[in-house]
């Protein structure tokens, strides 16, 4: 790998300072980057260490939980607090990496991570996404792993995270620091479609630094799961992931909030299906219809049309699990 | 009375602990990447990023201005390597063609072929400086998609690959029952753990030191000393410990010759350690392979033809070969049997051989064909192999040395509980989940092959045994141990020291084929043999059979006692067909709508021989049962065949089994020794470990799910609709 500076700045003020110049990076449990670095995918001249900071906290608030940019995915998936409130957010968290990784990754870190698609990976092929200009390799190539939904011309991968998927149906808020002041964005408006710009993941500016995640309180803790349908039993990313949130009353759904994984750029929530889901007994049968709404406007590519047939079969599981009809 | 006890073999025992246990887990068990010599350098390669044509222009200039370059060799700068000007051969076993000479010219004959190789005084500085190297090239027109040109493939030379044919097994006019079906094993590519290393170290201008990752420290030195035409024995290699191999150290290969030239110019040890990408482009994997089985039968199962056919992917320099259809002519007694093997060129890196090697290809499809067979004629898939059972080797007539396939099956089947299968398939639910049952048996050779053993007693009372055998990681030291603890029954183990992995050693063969254990194991048994004997002629008549060593070697003032053994099989083996057998049953479950599959259940049983290690024959079991269902449900190097690339080319992407997608793997022995073979009474058992597995669990999904998947891996994709 290229050779690199390394700064730890004390406090926030020295790391905005820092990122706000050109060639640097943020590294936080590095799980990513690092193998970006070694694969020659991503060459920062300097990294900027944020692990002094006090970012590290799991805490109640007024309306929910507010998660520290580096409370580590291991911390997360284990806080009572979370457990107890937000399951769905523990179990997306077990579903990923593995647990050596889970040790070492963050909150933040996970968000940033970057696609796991090959070609973005392999610098003797051509990516939009690494080198804007050179062609998607996925689009006429292998392409089983990649998006049904909301791709474009210039790349069709997907979104690698669990605890993503889990954040986009539970409403977080990303908290975002910059050096005029802090903003709040909504979970699902972090991530970006690739569109024309598909080197962009997210809205975060360069010199921009997330410092956590709330969750607003919900009724959805006794009706939620997160399904991970993947070619191995751990420590592969998803061919389809759902994290289902059901708020049931009397066997009828009140509220509902669905997200899909390994189908798009971005978390894939399911807004229209949630609309259908509302006021709807809680059966088989509805959550089927659910997830043929769900899947309208999905289009496959030469190796992943399964998804297609995957993706609603994997809706109507997770509903089912959710809702303990299994 | 017990059938055991009939034999007069003792029930199988906890056998000893793993010797070299405590170092491995410890961490003081040193591999080949671990030796540091000092002045040491580290060499990283540049490669390829095209597949085929030829170098146009490369610059390695900035790679040179490099902080800690020594130097960076191209095909324009590589001094010759002198073993290569005569075309003597470095690196065996084409049958075809021969192996790819690094810097020797500027073609490009696969992607990821090395095209420059730097020199620095550190990896990072090396891999750095590579990344600098800038090729240009003039492309041609490539070819890595295996399936393309199936119908170019050709049989390769030599009578051992000629089609076979016995009867007339393309006489199909009166056959009542028939089953015809394709089956297709991708590239699977080994990755051990440990990955492919050298050190290569000149003490003199005519000598050489080498820490290698190696199955054979004797045919890496031999190779090294063809290459660089010097004597072997000026050509040391230490291989210590290995950690996995499963065949893609069985040949030197063109990297590691090239680190040998390259500390030899440079004048400083040169280490090289292959990235994980690298070894996918490198060392070799088991090669994509088609086939077809044709079968015929008898309205109540008896096999009446049998034609077995393969079509595997070569590269375009060098014939690769296996065994694949060589099962299909012995395992069944079918008097009409026909196997045709073919190779096909393609540009991409040599195959090589993979635990099982063309047995485990070959037993996919055979044990899968048998268990549609069954299906079609309705009867137990156990049932149909019984009837076809053959008492002596349909192929050369021979009468089995011993075979005890039929208590395998009454073992497995008791032990999974196959009477809880029903023959119907998609019959059974539990929770929500499809349940099915599966099995499928392999097969192989099973010989004893020559090896040199020396034992020594020392004054000390310490029994060391010494010979050049690697140990890659299956428990040949703790092996050879417990075969000299039962000669010398007097000695406690911790007493007995077996020395390995070192090419100054008295020579054994390469570790590889099942065939160690048998071989050198055969030797062991002898040498110890020959030690007691001449302590007895030492004591003179009326000694004990346990005499007290250290005294007697005081007694007669001698510091030590040894012998050199040079031993074999016997001829008598030639009047036998001798083969280990094993047979894996598997229980799983298959999720009926996304189409996952788990492993509930997996019993193992392996029929080879007397069982000389219990533990680490336990270890191989579960080790080859867990790379079968990695063959079965997620193994496949995958190609992007537009740019000759893999695009799975590391451990996150390239699936091996977790823990998570492996149950308790029960490992059963017949343990019923066969002393034709050797005096132990043992048979092979690293490739049975995993032969025939990838059809178990194949068969196993179909029996939950009614899908029959022909072409592996069974990914949950297939599996839906």
Known sequence: MKQFQYVRPANQQGVLAAIAQPGTKIIAGGSNLVDLMKHGVMAPDKLVDINKLPLRNISGISNGLHIGALALNSQVAEDQQVKTKFPLLSQALTAGASAQLRNMATVGGNMMQRTRCPYFYDTAMPCNKRAPGTGCGAKEGFNRMHAIFGFSDKCIAVHPSDMCIALAALDATVLIQGRKGTRHLKFTDFHRLPGTTPELDNNLAKDELITGVEIPNNNFAQHSYYLKVRDRASYAFALISVAAALDIQNGIIKDARLAMGGVAHKPWRLTTAEQLLKGKPATVATFEQAAQTAMQGAKAFKDNAFKLQMAPASITEALTHAAGLV | ??????????????????????????????????????????????????????????????????????????????????????????????????????????????????????????????????????????????????????????????????????????????????????????????????????????????????????????????????????????????????????????????????????????????????????????VGYRPYTWQKINIGATADGKLTNLVHEARAQTSSFEEFTEGTVNMTRFMYACP????????????????????????????????????????????????????????????????????????????????????????????????????????????????????????????????????????????????????????????????????????????SPTQGGSMITSTVGGAVHDACVALKEKFQQLIGNGGTDKPDYIQVLKDKNIPQLDVTITSSGNSEMRNFSSYSYSVHFVQVKVHPKTGVVRINKVVSVADSGHIVSPKTARSQVIGGAIGGIGMALMEEGVIDHRFGRYVNADLANYHVPVHADIPHIEALFVNKPDYKVNPMGAKGMGEIALIGMSAAVANAVYNATGKRVRELPITPDKLLG
């Open chain 2, 1 to 282: 009375m017990k059938q055991q006890e009939l034999l007069n073999i003792p029930p199988l025992t906890e056998g000893i602990d793993r010797v070299d246990g405590r170092l491995k887990v410890t961490g003081a068990a040193k591999y080949a990447a671990e030796f540091e010599v000092p002045g040491m350098t580290y060499a990283v390669f540049a490669n390829s990023t095209i597949t085929k044509g030829t170098i146009k222009t490369i610059d390695t200039k900035a790679a040179e201005r490099a902080p800690g370059v020594l130097a960076v060799f191209t095909y324009l700068n590589a001094p010759k390597v002198p073993g290569y000007q005569t075309g003597g051969d470095p690196s065996k076993p084409p049958s075809g063609g021969g192996p790819l000479k690094l810097f020797v010219d500027n073609t490009v004959k696969y992607n990821g072929q090395p095209v420059a190789m730097v020199i620095a005084d550190s990896f990072e500085r090396a891999t750095y400086a590579a990344s600098l190297v800038k090729a240009e090239y003039t492309k041609e027109p490539h070819q890595t998609d295996t399936s393309k040109v199936l119908d170019k493939a050709a049989t390769p030379k030599g009578p051992r690959f000629a089609d076979y044919k016995r009867g007339t097994p393309d006489d199909w006019q009166s056959v009542p029952v028939k089953l015809e079906a394709e089956y297709v094993v991708p590239i699977d590519v080994h990755n051990p753990m440990e990955l492919s290393a050298i050190i290569a170290h000149w003490t003199a201008d005519d000598k050489l030191t080498v820490y290698d990752k190696t199955q054979g420290v004797k045919s890496t030195q031999n190779a090294i000393a063809q290459a660089f035409k010097l004597p072997p024995d000026n050509v040391q290699v230490t291989a210590k410990f290995v950690g996995g191999a499963f065949g893609n150290a069985l040949r030197t290969w063109p990297h590691e010759i090239a680190a040998v030239m390259a500390a030899k110019q440079v004048k400083r040890p040169v280490k090289l350690v292959l990235t994980r990408d690298m070894q996918f482009y490198t």
């Open chain 2, 336 to 507: 009409n049997v026909g196997t045709i093997y073919k190779i096909t060129p393609v540009d991409v890196n040599t195959p090589t051989w993979m635990r099982g090697p063309g047995e485990a290809t070959g037993a996919f499809a055979l044990e899968c064909a048998i268990d549609e067979l069954a299906d079609k004629l309705n009867m137990d898939p156990i049932e149909l192999r019984v009837r076809n059972h053959a008492d002596t080797d349909p192929e050369n007539g021979k009468p089995f040395s011993t075979k005890y396939l039929k208590e395998a099956y009454q073992m497995g089947a008791d032990k999974i509980g196959w009477q809880n299968r029903k023959s119907k398939p998609r019959s059974v639910q539990e929770d929500g989940w499809l349940i099915g049952y599966g099995m499928g048996s392999g097969v192989f050779g099973a010989g004893r092959g020559r090896a040199t053993v020396k034992a020594t007693m020392q004054s000390d009372g310490v029994l060391l045994l010494q010979t050049s055998v690697t140990d890659i990681g299956v428990g040949t030291g703790t092996a050879m141990t417990q075969i000299a603890s039962e000669v010398f029954t007097g000695i406690p183990v911790s007493k007995i020291k077996f020395e390995l992995g070192d090419s100054s050693l008295p020579p």
